[in-house]
């Protein structure tokens, strides 16, 4: 049914999904909806659905989940119980424990424990969100960590910080959720 394709063990596949050459499936996981494993890896009890996209070299394990039309590229790890949703690309980059990304949010750093970035945020390679801190808007995120309870929501670049247990809220919040602040982030 899916040449060149592996799904072991109790692993699931339904609806309009494709394991394509080299896609692996196993343990308990389930892939279903319109989703596309294009050569990744999905074990454990992971979960990917809607149109979600699994680029070859990335994996989804333990009780991760992936939906909507997300899409994990360039070997990136969405492992723990992280969900990653909506339009989001994670793109060498790591989601773990209970983080959380959604919306246009772009990582290609670490988002972990509970960190949560949302809306058309940028995480760079170097850049770190841990804790229970919270992005959204237009930030961007380079070379610098959010822990603690940090907020920051808006339209913020932030390079080569350490951000604890702080708010920066924009004034501006309607142009921090336009789809002209997500077409900027998304041409980085």
């Known amino acids: 049914m899916f040449p060149g394709a592996s799904i072991q063990d109790d692993a699931y596949v339904s609806g309009n999904a494709v394991i394509l050459s080299g896609g692996s499936i196993s343990q308990q996981a ?34 991760a989940g992936v939906s909507g039309d997300a899409k994990i590229i360039n070997s990136s790890k969405v492992q723990g119980r992280s969900r990653v949703q909506g339009e989001a690309i994670i793109d060498a980059g790591t989601i773990k424990d209970d ?15 509970q ?20 992005i959204s808007g237009c930030v961007k995120l ?4 959010l822990d603690g309870k940090a907020i920051v929501y808006g339209d913020y670049e932030i390079v080569n910080e350490t951000i604890t ?11 921090a959720m336009s789809s002209d602040c997500c077409q900027e982030v998304q041409e980085i």
């Open 30 to 63: 389930k892939v279903y909806g319109n989703a596309v494993i294009a050569g990744g890896v999905v074990k454990g009890n992971a979960r990917v659905l809607g149109n979600a996209f699994v680029q070859s070299g990335s994996i989804v394990t333990d009780e």
């Open 99 to 113: 983080a959380k990304v959604s919306g246009k949010a772009v990582v290609a750093g670490k988002v972990e424990e």
């Open 115 to 134: 960190g949560y970035v949302f809306g058309c945020a940028y995480i760079g390679a170097g850049s770190l969100v841990k804790g229970n801190a919270r």
């Open 142 to 145: 380079v070379d610098s960590v």
């Open 165 to 175: 247990d702080a708010s920066l809220v924009t004034n501006c919040p309607e142009k």
